[in-house]
């Protein structure tokens, strides 16, 4: 005699109840996927900044450090999809060597670009319009200005300004209608 009733029971899921879940799951992913893209090109752009700021910061401290002119120089190769925006030592000049500026050239992250701000419109820097910037044995740099940092498929950009006989940086967002640049 059995203490119990043991019942065969087919268990799984029916096919609509399959086609429920993988709707709900297909609409979820419809809805977050251009959010992470949206946050991957913003981290994109956050790291760009930083690379920017990092070597500017290390080609001033080398400056002060060797009791010589640092130049570097903010370039890109490639173009279109395959362009990468390069900050790297600006080549000799003659007798002049700026070897040791930067320990390594900064790669920034695909499809990020940098532009400088003068007379109210952002230039963007490519190989055909690459800038300098230098600062002398104490550290002063030879321009003030701000640079843009952007994604085309990000709405904030970044910016970096240097400011002062000292070189101030200020590092934050940039403003595209007051073209200021407001510090973190």
Known sequence: MLLYNVRKSNSGFTLIEMMVVTVIIGVIAAIA???FLGLLNRNRVNEATQQVEGAIKEA?????RKGKICKI???STG???NQRS???VRPDEGSVSYSGCLLNNRELPSSVSFGLLSGGTVSPVNSSNE???AFSGKGNPDVQGMMVISHPNVISEKCIQIEGVLGNMITGDYNTTTKICKAK
């Open 86 to 88: 390069i900050v790297q």
């Open 73 to 75: 120089r903010f370039t």
């Open 33 to 35: 996927a251009p959010n």
């Open 131 to 133: 800038i300098d910037l």
């Open 60 to 64: 001033q401290r080398q400056a002060m």
């Open 79 to 81: 173009t279109g999809s």
